[in-house]
């Protein structure tokens, strides 16, 4: 008698269940040593039912990066409650960019590492449609701060595309987190503090824009003091 087929709401939490194993593996172990027979073992699925959700270990690592993409996604909409300044809510951003990647390093590691040509000829086209979804909402509140503050006169050049802005406050604070993360004995590095050093490197970007109120001529101490407060209520 053939088994009957899996309800939408079983296969998720299937699939979820997997996904933990992954997690769990790769925070103990490492990403490299992450593989589809290790799953396979600690799950109660037969392997067959395993490949039928994930086509292989690139397609469960693309699974993660989407979990990851989706505790960020979380962080950035927050932004939206945050009360200050165009400048003020960039910076925001910048601090939620961190407090994600401190908070969840196995995910913030495997978003990078899961943009690989292998991992992403490999992962199946739903998987890769749901994190390009979820990439782009991402971007899109990026973009809707930097458009604000082009509309209200904040941001005055119009040199530059809202893209550009949005990529070079994204670069800087991939760049400072993952070196305070990855690189700790480097000595440039243990000269300074993450919160400190974000704040200061954001605040050399947002002034090279123009970006006002100036750091000179705002207390962004303050506001960056606002925006941990913020974020305290957020429970990893």
């Not at 088994?3 to 997690?23: F, H």
């Not at 690592?61 to 989407?66: D, K, T």
């Not at 082009?150 to 949005?166: E, H, N, P, R, Y």
């Not at 760049?175 to 050399?204: D, I």
Request: charged share 20%; glycine share 4%.
């Amino acid at each position: 008698m053939a088994r009957p087929e899996l309800t939408p709401e079983q296969a998720a939490r299937r699939e979820v269940e997997l996904l933990d194993i992954a997690y769990d593996i790769v925070e103990q172990q490492g990403l490299a040593a992450l593989t589809m027979d290790k799953v396979v073992k600690r799950c109660s699925y037969s392997k067959g039912t395993v490949y039928k959700i994930f086509s292989g270990k690139e397609d469960l690592l693309s699974a993660l990066c989407i979990r990851g993409l989706d505790k960020q996604l979380h962080l950035y909409q927050s932004v939206a409650d945050f009360s200050g300044s165009s400048r003020e809510k960039a910076l925001a951003l910048v601090y939620a960019y961190q407090f994600y990647a401190r908070h969840y390093p196995v995910l913030f590691r495997c978003v990078l590492d899961g943009l690989s040509s292998v991992v992403l000829e490999k992962t199946q086209a739903h998987r890769l449609a749901q994190r390009a979804s979820k990439e782009q909402r991402i971007a899109a509140i990026c973009d809707q701060v930097v458009a604000e503050a082009l509309t209200l006169g904040d941001i005055s050049s119009k040199d530059f595309t809202v893209a550009q802005l949005t990529f070079a406050n994204w670069a800087m604070s991939f760049g400072t987190t993952a070196l305070m993360m990855s690189a700790q004995r480097a000595y440039n590095v243990s000269r300074v503090q993450l919160e400190s050093a974000l704040l200061f490197n954001a605040s050399l970007v947002l002034d090279g824009i123009v970006w006002r109120p100036l750091y000179k001529d705002y207390d962004y101490e303050s506001a960056w003091l606002r925006i941990q407060q913020f974020f305290q209520s957020f429970k990893p």
